[in-house]
């Protein structure tokens, strides 16, 4: 059975974290053998992206920008060979897009619609235009669902809301993963009269919560010096560092970091901070790439939702509340002084195991694969495979 896996990025350089994940999909099937391939849809250089890079065929005459909000489907028909595959794994495009509707008459039969997010509130989170555009989408979807052959979602909430738009029909849950070969393992420093803490994210949403940490720096009073490395696209405020009431409280500002810039940072961090605002969506769930890139680097960290691979009081990590109030800076040194007591290595070697054994991405692709097959033969099964290792997976650099 062959697999196509497709995403659009027209513009990879906002959004490498996403290109990062997809190429370590590509590498995680290859590595489980499977025939499942994955392509980026892109308008920006591809160098080093193997053959996960495809380039859009355009339509001449009419602006890209028009193209990209109306027409995707049909760019992704123009620019792709779909014909020798026997299931296509689609990001969701969008059940408003114009070419929605002739694309899904041709393939909907061999497609799985990927949701990474409730579209429709991921919309409204963005002011008056976006309501309507959500609206819209909610409208629009179960029609567009019920035309495809499945459907996966990365958390239990996107499926229930799915299934109840489209009067019950079910999709699955496959949450998303890392690839922990690909990720270093190291002990972070062990946290003593001064915490240092990484957050990150490919763009600063409203519902990253950045303006709650902010707010939580300046009414910070402790005695411990406490620095946030804010590290991700925010060109407006790069290298600044934000003057605030609390002694000793900090964030500085360093833009989108890749390389050995990146790792020069997070070596300095004790602690991580993921999704802080995901309620501004109207969302409890999630699974953002960073935690799980936290975990895989044996970084304890704390974030304000919920999340299927990391459960309430389960591990090194610590959930937040999920409200509008200023971050809670003093519950992060409260945090990593008890790692410190419970043993700071300790935590840092489950960690990384606990990514190796449930998170890694030969898990998650094995599940997509094994789902697609049963959507094609009329059963759906259990989306985690029973397997208690994969191979290759506990082949890690520098594993604890």
């Known amino acids: 059975m062959r697999i196509l896996h497709i995403n659009v990025i027209p513009d990879p350089g906002r959004y490498m974290g996403p290109v990062r994940k ?103 989170a963005l002011g008056r235009l976006g309501w309507i555009k959500g609206m819209a989408e909610d409208a629009l979807v179960p029609a567009y669902l019920t035309r495809c052959m499945g459907s996966i979602g990365v958390t239990r909430e996107i499926v229930k809301h799915h299934s109840i ?40 949403w409203p519902w990253q919560g950045l303006d709650r940490v902010e ?5 910070y009073r402790g005695k411990i010096p406490l620095v946030v490395h804010v ?5 407006d405020r790069r290298g600044e560092c934000l003057p605030v009431l609390g002694p000793g409280a900090t964030a500085i500002y360093h833009g ?19 999704t802080l605002a995901l309620h501004r969506k109207g969302m409890l769930e999630a ?27 389960a591990g090194p990590w610590l959930h937040l509340p999920a409200d509008d109030s200023p971050l809670e800076v003093g519950r992060l040194v409260d945090f990593a002084a008890g790692l410190v007591q419970d043993g700071w290595r300790e935590a840092s070697v489950r960690l990384r195991e606990h990514a190796v054994r449930e998170l890694d991405w030969q898990y998650k692709m094995l599940a997509m694969a094994r789902y697609a097959r049963s959507c094609l033969s009329g059963r759906v099964l259990p989306a985690r495979p029973a397997l208690k290792a994969m191979p290759g997976a506990a082949d890690t650099q520098e594993s604890p």
């Not at 689609?90 to 041709?106: E, I, K, V």
């Not at 989108?256 to 993921?274: P, Q, S, W």
């Not at 975990?295 to 704390?302: K, T, V």
Request: aromatic letters at 8%.
């Open 256 to 274: 989108h970091l890749n390389g050995a810039d990146l790792e020069a940072v997070m070596g300095r961090c004790h602690l991580g901070l993921g």
């Open 231 to 235: 590290i991700g696209t925010l060109p």
């Open 165 to 204: 738009l489209c009067q019950g029909r079910e999709g699955v849950v496959i949450s998303n993963g890392i690839a922990t070969d690909r990720v270093a393992w190291q002990c972070p420093p062990q946290f003593a009269d001064r915490l240092e803490v990484a957050f990150c994210a490919a763009g600063f």
């Open 22 to 124: 997809l190429m370590d999909q590509q590498h995680a099937a290859i590595a489980g053998g499977l025939d499942l391939q994955v392509r980026v849809l892109t308008d920006g250089p591809t160098g080093g992206w193997g053959s996960l890079g495809v380039q859009i065929k355009w339509f001449p005459g009419v602006s890209k920008r028009l193209q990209v909000a109306i027409a995707r489907h049909a760019l992704i028909q123009r620019s792709l060979e779909m014909d020798g595959y026997d299931a296509i794994i689609l990001r969701h495009q969008g059940a408003m897009d114009c070419t929605a509707p002739a694309f899904l008459s041709r393939w909907g039969r061999r497609v799985i619609t990927e949701h990474h997010s409730i579209e429709s509130a991921e919309f409204r």
């Open 215 to 219: 707010a939580g720096l300046a009414a």
């Open 287 to 313: 699974c953002p790439l960073k935690s799980r890139d936290y975990a895989a680097r044996g970084l304890p960290f704390a974030f304000a939702h919920q999340d299927p691979d990391f459960r309430q009081e």
